[in-house]
C-alpha cells in the first residue's frame, strides 16, 4: 500500500526558506519518481519539481528554477523540496506524488499522492 507523508510547510517572509519533506512507503522507492505538485486558492494544481530515484534525473518548473531544490534519500525513503527566496506568489498547499519511473508534470500520471502541506508566504 503506497504511502506519502508530507511535511515541513508553514508560515514565512517573503526571501526565506523552506525545506518540505516527502516519506514515503508500501513500494520499491529505487523504482518510483516523486514529484511536488501545489494548489493555490482557486487555481490549479500545478508541478512545481520531480526526481526520479531510478537516475537521480530532476525537473523543475520555471516559476521555481534557481530558487528550489529537490533531493532524495534513498536510505530515508524521503524527497526533500529546498525552497528558498520564497515569494508570496509561492503560497500554496504543496503535495508530493508518486508514480513508476519517468517524472511527468501531468496530475493525472500519478496514483499516490500525500495529503498535503500549507506553505504561506508573506509579504
Known amino acids: 500500500d503506497v504511502q506519502l507523508q508530507a511535511s515541513g510547510g508553514g508560515l514565512v517572509q517573503a526571501g526565506g526558506s523552506l525545506r518540505l519533506s516527502c516519506a514515503a512507503s508500501?513500494?520499491?522507492?529505487?523504482?518510483?519518481?516523486i514529484a511536488w505538485f501545489r494548489q493555490a486558492p482557486g487555481k490549479e494544481r500545478e508541478g512545481v519539481s520531480c526526481?526520479?530515484?531510478?537516475?537521480?534525473?530532476?525537473y523543475w518548473a520555471d516559476s521555481v528554477k534557481g530558487r528550489f531544490t529537490i533531493s532524495s534519500s534513498n536510505a530515508k525513503n524521503t524527497v526533500y523540496l529546498q525552497m528558498n527566496s520564497l515569494k508570496p506568489e509561492d503560497t500554496a498547499v504543496y503535495y508530493c506524488?508518486?508514480?513508476?519511473?519517468?517524472?511527468?508534470?501531468?496530475?493525472?500520471?500519478?496514483?499516490?499522492w500525500g495529503q498535503g502541506t500549507q506553505v504561506t508566504v508573506s509579504s
Open positions: 506524488a508518486a508514480r513508476p519511473v519517468k517524472c511527468y508534470y501531468n496530475i493525472y500520471e500519478y496514483d499516490s
Open positions: 526526481i526520479s530515484s531510478r537516475d537521480g534525473s530532476k
Open positions: 508500501g513500494f520499491t522507492f529505487d523504482d518510483y519518481a
